[in-house]
């Protein structure tokens, strides 16, 4: 049977303000992102989090991204490739220690946001981040943007990778991800989301805004918990990968 990993970026929400729906959400997939308290999450909520996890079964991963709260990490800032190492070590530390305390163990790590974007097109920015993952643990796995610097950075240093593609973004023709400052960047129509998510599963490829297909690998699908409508998708996506004999592990 043919199965794929889902993944969320949760744990976002900041002292008394909530963001998504984490309780529920964590019930429809297999691993998470825990943002680190550099563009969102404290540690409250990192420690809330994490047990959840514990308590859903689900990969536990590091989301580590640029000190910047205001702009929820999205904005680009130019940091050396020794800050952003040291800046990664941290947050997977700083996270890590709740999964110690939890008698569990850490999975994965997956940049967020404008390190995320960054590190997916510049070589010794990515380089910066499988260093900063590979002295952590070299046993965890990296998640990527699918065909990347980051993914080939964590390749050089003999990582896990794990190729990842957006079910509710749209692709340019180099497979990069649609801006989200063009209006254009996300898909809101849930359909039109679980065609791309399929079409990337089962086919190996993705139609971009420009109308032509490139291959692409599906080694793990992000949906996004902050998202309007998240918790609805998760239960679609689920139903259609049913469906479609797609196991979700």
Known sequence: MLSVDLNCDLGESFGVYR????????????????????????????????????QNDVKIGAHPGYLDLTGFGRRNINLTPDEVYANVLYQIGALNAFVIAHGTSLHHVKPHGALYNMSAVNPHLAEAVAKAVYDFDPSLTLYGLANS?????????????????????????????TP?????????????????????????QITCITGETIPIVADTICLHGDGEHALSFAQKIRTAFEKEGISIK
């Open 149 to 177: 610097e980051l993914i080939k950075a964590g390749e050089k240093y003999s990582l896990k990778t794990a190729q990842e593609v957006f079910a509710d973004r749209t692709y340019q023709a180099d497979g990069t991800l």
């Open 19 to 54: 963001v998504g729906n984490d309780k529920e959400i964590m019930k429809f997939v297999s691993s998470v992102n825990i943002a680190c308290g550099f563009h969102a999450g404290d540690p409250t909520i990192m420690n809330q989090t994490v047990e959840l996890a514990c």
């Open 180 to 204: 989200r400052t063009e209006s254009n960047a996300l898909i809101t129509d849930e359909r039109q989301s679980i065609n791309q998510t399929l079409q990337m599963v089962l086919d190996n």
